[in-house]
């Protein structure tokens, strides 16, 4: 049994949550250059790095993204909202996956200097592209909100499944746990 009270990174992991309310305070543009540059590093196919991260620091912008639906509207209240796009012309087989890691990636190290981060789903969304400019071709994956956390914000307790729940071995539906 890993123990996550010695382990930090795992420890960091499984207590990461969601963060829907931020902090009055301005996110550095450098230090969201510096969380793209981790998520360059994240493992992609043949390392071809299929995304680009569009930073939206425009209120005007994300207030508007913020009325895709009900669960956009943190992004009017977070400093720096974030829009990744991924590009299946550099990496037609894979560019879900790599994006997907790329996101992630970014995510954990934005944790990791003491930010939240809120995810929004807004997968290819027609409006959002618009907004953004987003050419045809080019995939929105997600929107992030993204802000030093309100400390008041209060996360809902969360239950996950447990790993015999999602484990087969050696063939599909195989359990010998
Ligand atoms: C692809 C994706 C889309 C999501 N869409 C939304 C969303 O539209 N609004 C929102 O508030 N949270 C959204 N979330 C966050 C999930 O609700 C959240 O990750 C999940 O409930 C687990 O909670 P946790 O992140 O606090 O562990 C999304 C997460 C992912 C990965």
Known sequence: MINSQVNEIIDFLIRRRSIRRFQNKPVDMNLIKELIRVANHSPNSNNREPWKFIIIADESIKKELSTLHKGASHIAYAPIGIAVVAEPDLSPETWMIDASNATLYFVLAAYSVGLGVGWIAAYENRKAKE???????????TLLSVGYPDPEYKTQPKEVKKPEDVIFINKWGLKVL
């Open 131 to 141: 907004i953004l400019g987003i050419p045809e071709g080019k995939i929105l994956m």
